[in-house]
């Protein structure tokens, strides 16, 4: 099995803020690497799919990178509603796996 | 637009089996494959496995195969997933998925969600 890696697994920032959330992956994926955010009680929501693609109605404050074994998930800007976990998940091979997520917190 | 429906929150006791529906509408589950995937208390998500409701072909994850099944009805509108042998470790909210693939990238990801469904194993 893939084993995904999320760094850091909790960081704080202000509103306005910019961050970075990165996932290394146990062997190489190409750029099969989607990401998600989670809300409390809810499921979570795509953002990136294939590592750096936006996906429909997804802000572009959100950018992903990367490709191999080495990913990015960039905020600019954190607005309030960002506050929230993040996952990356890769979908090179069964079974699917996540990170073990990241949360975001206001400072 | 699309949605997925589960089923209501679940509490089993250890040693029994749970089945938790997905009913789609807004398209047919023909030609896709649902997935099942769970989250515990505070944990990340954990995929379980998939059917193709256009086939009934089944893939599960190594750590559940031995205890889950999945199916779909033959209106291919709902998904079941029966998971067996319940244990206190198998609390947690358990989700369906519709996977999207792109044949010409390769790219896949779960683009929507059912609610979640709480299965709680307690004594």
């Known amino acids: 099995d893939i084993q995904m890696t999320q760094s850091p697994s909790s960081l704080s920032a202000s509103v306005g803020d910019s961050v970075t959330i990165t996932c290394r992956t146990s062997?190489?994926?190409?750029?099969?690497l989607n990401w998600y955010q989670q809300k409390p009680g809810k499921a979570p929501e795509l953002l990136i799919y294939?590592?750096?693609n936006l996906q429909n109605g997804v802000p572009s404050r959100f950018s992903g990178g990367g490709s191999g074994t080495d990913f990015t998930l960039t905020i600019n800007s954190l607005q309030p509603e960002d506050f929230a976990l993040y996952y990356c998940?890769?979908?090179?091979?069964?079974?699917?796996?996540f990170g073990q997520g990241t949360r975001l917190d206001i400072k | 637009q699309v949605q997925l429906v589960q089923s209501g929150a679940e509490v089993k006791k250890p040693g029994a089996s749970v089945r938790v529906s997905c009913k789609a509408s807004?398209?047919?589950?023909?030609?896709?494959?649902a997935h099942w995937l769970r989250q515990a208390p505070g944990q990340s998500l954990e995929w379980m496995g998939w059917?193709?409701?256009?086939?009934?072909?089944?893939k599960y994850s190594r750590k559940f195969q031995d205890r889950v099944t999945i199916t779909g009805d033959t209106s291919a509108t709902t998904v079941v997933m029966e998971l067996s042998s319940l244990r206190s470790e198998d609390t947690a909210v358990y989700y369906c998925?519709?996977?999207?693939?792109?044949?010409?990238?390769?790219?896949?990801?779960?683009?929507?969600w059912g609610q979640g469904t709480l299965v709680t194993v307690s004594s």
């Open positions: 059917i193709n409701t256009d086939n009934g072909n089944t």
């Open positions: 062997q190489y994926i190409n750029n099969y």
């Open positions: 998940q890769q979908s090179y091979n069964t079974p699917i796996t």
């Open positions: 807004g398209y047919s589950l023909n030609s896709f494959t």
């Open positions: 294939g590592a750096s």
């Open positions: 998925a519709k996977l999207y693939f792109d044949i010409l990238t390769g790219y896949q990801f779960f683009e929507f």
